[in-house]
């Protein structure tokens, strides 16, 4: 007997991944809006109504319910009867409570402070120079400190992607010999508290600029390792606190040309 055709999966075209891959900014300013306007957290309990959804979150019946249907296109909601939407598996991890949650990373990549310099990747390309510096007329990280609600953005984007990583990290590396860990430009310190939830007698150092070692804290607390853990704050191109038997770095180093990490890596 003859096996049914609508059984057969066809391998995509390469004009069908090309264009998905030319597309692919609709669907990164699509995800950074959904979860600005908060709809995977509205939609954790369960599936609810277009109509409720854009009510609670400020906006647009019509405009949510394109911007919906256009993300279950990808598959991360799935819609029934009377305009009802759920979160799919995938789309859960949009959620900001999600244990590997990736909302704060698609926020950020949909936020001005990354798409208005990819929107100039030719005068990087043209000149070898940042972006970055020539849209916001200051390095990123000074406009950071000039900006510190944009510099939440940034952080929260960072411990987003941190999640997943930590945990391998701790998994796979077994310190040992390690009394004190350093973390160097470490954030909200998610690394280091994953590490030392690990390793039990281990102490850590948190090290950052001021304005985001201040948001390691919090971090720690909800880790119970407060009083296992300092946090400094300084320059890590000059000098670094002393006391520690090992130092890591975690997308830290790829952010400068060589000369400067270079500098970092002998400081």
Known sequence: MAKSRGNRTSPLRPYDVLFQMV?????????????????????????????DIAREAGVSEDGLYRLLRALASVGLFAESADRRFRLTGMGQLLRSDHRESLAGYARFTAHDIT?????????????????????????IFEHFSRNPEVAAVFDEAMTSISAVEARATSDAYDFKGVETLMDVAGGHGLLLATVLRRHKMMRGVLFDLPHVAAGAAATFT???????VRIE????????PS?????????????????????????
């Open 23 to 51: 597309i692919g900014k609709w669907i990164s300013q699509a995800l950074g809006t959904v979860v600005e306007i908060g709809v995977p957290d509205q939609l954790a309990k369960g599936a609810r109504q277009c109509r």
């Open 115 to 139: 798409w208005r310099p990819w929107g100039q990747l030719n005068y990087s390309v043209k000149t070898g120079m940042p972006a970055f510096d020539h849209v916001f007329n200051a390095s």
């Open 222 to 228: 909800r880790a119970g390792i407060i009083g296992r």
């Open 233 to 240: 704050s300084g320059d890590f191109f000059k000098e670094l």
């Open 243 to 267: 006391g520690a038997d090992a130092i890591i770095m975690k997308h830290i180093v790829h952010d400068w040309e060589d000369d400067s990490a270079t500098q970092i890596l002998q400081a």
